[in-house]
């Protein structure tokens, strides 16, 4: 997936060559598969906590750590005075025009196929889901962090980054008001407003998730010297009690009927930066076999899943469960080979 350092590199006179940190790399595949699997379901034809633990609890970490991650390398590159706004903000478009093309011709063909085409509104929906909502329903990540990415940019050059990186945590918990804590703040008029409103889900993930986890990113850059001298184990440590203390935490706001949803939680917040300061620490340069071949696998999974699911389920006509195996496979074998194509645009829109 796209990674600012990658696009950065060797910007401003500097002719360091940097490598990638082949740890985040590898996780960013193992998000794409969490991502995968809130559209897929894996458990739901086992039992609904197995549902609830492989679809929505553990899955839930994935989209807010690449809105992390694109923060931390993105901000980084303001704080050094070494960011190429316009090179990146180019790099999203493409990418995010290459497969917004696939996807409304995918709609295209699936409306004609059911006989529900009808020019204007298709017309219309797809330039409003374009600047909006996502050209179909995985890449709303694209606008959110076209968006994250220009309020960050401004606030920078305002020189109000870091009250912009304060205010996002003032956001974050306006963002556990109206998901698991709602049952608490329900009688707030404006908690109950937002929740009620017919836009209440593109408001949560343009503000509450998207803005929060991508200035996560600010908070990861300023405490660096901190982190990066803390030992392996006591962040293994951390990560395992953060763990628990989440799954402990999304167990009583369940159970007590207190959450709308537990898209985010307060423990989430801590568990994903401790997760990402153990990546930043353990960079695993040259020690992964294939690992120059990451990004561009974690790309294609993310990117073309949605693609894939419809076909593969007429097909094999599986329980969810081994559906969702089927599809680690295949995306799997898929990515990797299209990682060897030696082709210069396939890395700009994987």
Request: charged share 15%.
């Amino acid at each position: 997936m796209i990674s600012f350092n990658k696009i950065n590199k060797g910007h401003m006179g500097d002719n360091t060559i940097k490598k990638s940190n082949e740890l985040v790399n590898l996780m960013r595949i193992i998000c794409a598969y969490m991502v995968l699997a809130i559209h897929v379901h894996p458990g739901e034809d086992i039992s609904h906590m197995a549902y609830l633990i492989a679809s929505n609890i553990i899955p839930r970490l994935g989209v807010p750590f690449f809105f992390s991650i694109a923060g931390y390398y993105y901000i980084k590159s303001m704080l050094e005075e070494r960011s190429n706004f316009k090179k990146y903000m180019l790099r999203l478009l493409v990418t995010y025009s290459f497969w917004s093309v696939i996807y409304i011709a995918f709609k295209l063909s699936y409306s004609l196929y059911t006989n529900t085409f009808e020019p204007t509104s298709f017309l219309l929906e797809s330039v409003k889901s374009f600047f909006i909502t996502g050209s179909f329903y995985h890449l709303w990540f694209f606008p959110a962090l076209i968006f994250a990415v220009l309020l960050s940019t401004l606030a920078n050059k305002l020189g109000l980054l870091k009250y912009f990186a304060y205010f996002s945590l003032i956001l974050y918990a306006l963002g556990l008001c109206i998901t698991s804590y709602y049952g608490l703040a329900q009688n707030i008029p404006f908690i109950k407003r937002l929740v009620e409103t017919t836009d209440y889900i593109l408001i949560r993930r343009m503000f509450f998730m998207n803005i929060s986890f991508f200035m996560a990113g600010y908070f990861l850059n300023l405490l660096k010297n901190t982190y990066s001298k803390v030992k392996n184990k006591h962040m293994i440590i951390g990560i395992i009690l953060l763990s628990i203390l989440e799954l402990t935490e999304i167990y009583i706001v369940t159970k007590t009927g207190i959450s709308k949803t537990f898209l985010l939680t307060f423990f989430l917040y801590p568990l994903l930066m401790v997760i990402i300061m153990f990546l930043l620490n353990n960079p695993m340069q040259g020690r992964i076999k294939h690992a120059d071949k990451f990004k561009r696998i974690s790309g294609f999974i993310f990117y073309s899943h949605p693609l894939f699911i419809p076909f593969i389920r007429d097909y094999f006509d599986v329980p969810q469960t081994k559906l969702y195996f089927i599809m680690v496979i295949i995306l799997a074998i898929l990515g990797y080979l299209v990682s060897k194509i030696n082709n210069k645009f396939l890395d700009r829109v994987l």
